[in-house]
């Protein structure tokens, strides 16, 4: 089975702190996502991952940044977190675009104060 | 405009009864891909279903089917005999090339089963 994995179930920050979002996957997937959700609003895709060193703006980008370093990590940095950041975030992964399944992680609730 | 829109925010239901989850979506791409996720409380997506856009046939699985209709440009989701553990938001997604092959989800339908 895909195992995605994300650092932390919940986190409690403070505007303007630099916060990093880790996710892991074990199934050597080459695309990885990242995504808020927001009640009403569904999933928005914040940005995502090709192959290792590749990033690609998604749907909402500003204000976060990623960095994939490795092909099993996909980290998403809220550069000055805001409250407006306050969310639920799902990474995710797949083998392949398109038809593939994304397969996704148990989420971080984030709470900035 | 929407691309994937699930009209229902919210369904309450009593165990047994069979309920039905509306989903349309939008892209003028002759070859695209649905799906349907499920959310437990816990948090994690489940993915549940795809269905390419060749394949109109209705599928089946336990208590769970799917009716794909190209002509409505709709891929409703029925769980029969609905149980508690039923209880979770459902999401339909789209992937087409017209929206570079990402997932593009709808806003999700919250299901609550009674017991």
């Known amino acids: 089975d895909v195992k995605v994995t994300q650092s932390s179930r919940y986190l409690v920050k403070r505007t303007g702190e630099k916060v990093f979002l880790e996710c892991v996957q074990d199934?050597?997937?080459?695309?990885m996502f990242w995504y808020r959700q927001d009640p009403g609003l569904g999933l928005r895709l914040i940005y995502f991952s090709y192959d290792v060193k590749m990033k690609e703006k998604g749907d909402i980008p500003e204000g976060y940044s990623v960095s994939r370093e490795k092909k099993e990590r996909f980290s998403l940095i809220l550069e000055s977190a805001s409250t407006n950041q306050t969310s639920m975030y799902l990474c995710?992964?797949?083998?392949?675009?398109?038809?593939?399944?994304?397969?996704f992680g148990d989420g971080t609730r984030l709470s900035i104060l | 405009a929407q691309k994937v829109t699930q009209a229902q925010t919210e369904i309450s239901v009593v165990e047994k009864e069979d309920v039905t989850l509306d989903c349309v979506y939008e892209?003028?791409?002759?070859?695209?891909?649905l799906f349907w996720y499920k959310q437990p409380p816990s948090g994690e997506l489940v993915f549940l279903i795809r269905r390419n856009s060749f394949d109109e046939q209705n599928e089946i699985s336990g208590r769970y089917s799917w009716n794909f209709q190209k002509s409505t440009s709709s891929f409703n989701f029925t769980i029969t005999a609905s149980q508690v553990v039923d209880s979770a938001v459902y999401f339909c997604?789209?992937?087409?090339?017209?929206?570079?092959?990402?997932?593009?989800f709808g806003a999700g339908t919250i299901l609550r089963v009674k017991s």
């Open positions: 892209t003028r791409d002759t070859t695209y891909y």
């Open positions: 199934m050597d997937h080459e695309n």
């Open positions: 995710a992964s797949s083998l392949g675009r398109g038809r593939q399944p994304q397969h």
């Open positions: 997604a789209l992937s087409a090339p017209e929206y570079g092959n990402k997932l593009v």
